[in-house]
């Protein structure tokens, strides 16, 4: 079972706001779902999942790509080529 | 020679989010057709919004690589076609602009994550619409809708310039009202793409013929499993009758990693899921933060405002499944599950050439009546196996239920595109 505190927990680690209201039902669907989860328990330990998978590597070399001012043209709040973001502390 | 194409028809079911009502277009196989995108594939200067608050206003400064492909074949792009938030859902309803309703009966739901391009498709508003299937949101609305549907093998479609939800299983693809048109759209956009890393260099596919002469067809028995609407199921064991009548040889088999299919696709895409969407904080697009409040409070309130229930849910239950603790039970666990799945497509794939069930358990959804989130999830059963494996797999209408389209889903190997469209018209036709 997953409290609501965990509930809370995982919220902000995610940077997801939760009101009081809300809390209760996301607690109990996020255990319906997990209790769905718990049918994976019954596969075997030991089975190898990685056979299939390969790295795909390339040159580290320089393309073209967006200039500085179409990679800004999104953002609210540019300032001299930056763009603002709230406070860190 | 190329021209103009004024896009005039209204749309009555709200499968547009954005239209462009003069555009041009060039030469090409796809000269002046008009087509529908998914509003979760980037268009360079057309408002691309992921059907979410959290992108509104956001216009792509760059085309996604089949975008480039389909002004290449001189497609007219008439617009973004609406979805559920992200992907996230099987129904469309899940909607910052307000859901889509099914042409075929405009009471029920469309399917998801898709639905607009569905809708467009299915309404004539366009002949033809790119979608893109995570867990079967391409086919489950061309099943709900009654058109075609396909979702291409993994690394067949670049996902470049694909806003990401789930990238180890997201797939463009195409949505036609037949084979021939599906067909078409798949073959301009299929193709070798340096900037995608999971994108394979392969011959183009062959031309489209009906061929289902010989063919071996696998029916998993679990395909016809519990939850399945037994009204849909004798539907679509009538069209696999069928194909055995055209000359395919349909042999019964068992697929036990089904059990956990659902669960591995859940907890993966979850996981993929909130590691994908930390990017939307409003600082480089979408609405801005407070700056006058801390980092980490500015962030949650934006994305608590911004992001819907269905959104934050899986965000959520993917971070959760990912933390520190629980990644064995069920990350992990939900690797090796689908490791099970790959294999048991490998092993029946030995024995026959396509598999065949249906593509969604019952009909269309009444619009407004969406149960409790595991109940929606469930109805993805059928569909995420193809995910799962990365194999090719084709919604075809084959009849309905009530009065209701219902889909044939076929499955190929990898990279068997060309076989189960194949398969798919000799279907349509009624010929081998």
Redesign the interface.
């Known amino acids: 079972m997953?409290s609501k505190e965990?509930?809370e927990h995982?919220?902000?680690?995610?940077?997801?706001?939760?009101?009081d209201s809300?809390l209760e039902l996301?607690t109990s669907?996020?255990n319906?779902?997990?209790g769905?989860?718990d049918?994976?328990?019954s596969?075997e330990e030991g089975?190898?999942?990685?056979?299939?998978r390969h790295n795909?590597f390339?040159e580290d070399v320089p393309l073209p790509s967006?200039s500085q001012e179409?990679?800004l043209?999104?953002?609210?709040?540019p300032e001299d080529g930056f763009?603002?973001?709230?406070?860190?502390? | 020679m190329g021209g103009r194409f004024v896009f005039e028809k209204p749309d009555p079911h709200n499968a547009f989010i954005t239209r462009c009502m003069d555009v041009a277009y060039g030469d090409g196989p796809l000269s002046g057709i008009p087509i529908g995108i998914k509003d979760n594939i980037s268009t360079a200067g057309i408002p691309t919004t992921c059907a979410s608050k959290i992108l509104e206003g956001y216009i792509p400064p760059y085309d996604a690589h089949v975008i480039t492909l389909l002004r290449s074949a001189g497609a007219a792009i008439v617009g973004k076609t609406n979805m559920d938030e992200f992907g996230m859902g099987t129904t469309t309803e899940n909607s910052a602009y307000g859901p889509t309703q099914n042409p075929a009966d405009p009471t029920r739901a469309p399917g998801g994550s898709s639905g607009g391009s569905a809708a467009a498709v299915a309404s004539g508003l366009v002949r033809m619409a790119l979608g893109t299937d995570t867990g079967g949101s391409i086919r489950c609305p061309a099943s709900f809708c009654g058109i075609v549907g396909l979702k291409p093998t993994y690394g067949r479609v670049s996902r470049h310039g694909l806003i990401a939800y789930a990238n180890s299983f997201e797939q463009i693809g195409p949505l036609a009202r037949n084979v021939g048109d599906c067909a078409l759209l798949y073959s301009v956009i299929a193709g070798y793409d340096p900037k995608d890393g999971t994108s394979l260099d392969l011959p183009p596919p062959a031309p489209l013929q009906a061929e289902i002469q010989g063919k071996r067809i696998g029916v998993p028995a679990e395909f016809f499993g519990e939850g399945v609407n037994p009204e849909v199921a004798d539907v679509v064991r009538s069209a696999i009758d069928r194909l055995a009548d055209l000359g395919a040889e349909v042999v019964s088999c068992t697929m036990p990693s089904m059990r956990y299919a659902l669960a591995a696709y859940y907890v993966t895409s979850m996981g993929e899921a909130a590691s994908n969407l930390g990017r939307y904080d409003g600082v480089r697009y979408g609405p801005a933060p407070e700056f006058f409040r801390p980092w980490h409070d500015a962030y949650s309130r934006l994305r608590k405002e911004y992001f819907s229930e269905e959104v934050r849910r899986r965000i959520l239950l993917g971070t959760f499944s990912l933390s520190a603790g629980y990644q064995g039970k069920y990350y992990a666990k939900a690797q090796k599950a689908r490791s099970m799945v790959r294999s048991d497509f490998n092993r029946l794939f030995e024995e026959v050439d396509i598999i065949a069930g249906p593509t969604m358990p019952s009909v269309a959804f009444r619009l407004g009546k969406s149960c409790d989130p595991l109940s929606m999830y469930l109805a993805d059963i059928l569909t995420v196996p193809a995910n799962l494996a990365g194999i090719p797999a084709v919604s075809v209408p084959c009849g309905t239920a009530g009065g209701l389209p219902v889909g044939l889903q076929l499955m190929g190997r990898h990279f068997a595109e060309d076989e189960i469209l194949a398969a798919a018209l000799a279907f349509e036709e009624g010929s081998a």
Do not use: H, K, M, W
């Open positions: 997953v965990e509930v995982i919220a902000a680690i995610a940077d997801i706001g939760i009101d809300e996301f669907q996020f319906e779902i997990i769905y989860f049918i994976l328990d596969i089975l190898d999942s990685t056979q299939t795909v390339r967006l179409d990679a043209l999104n953002s609210t709040d763009i603002r973001a709230p406070r860190v502390i």
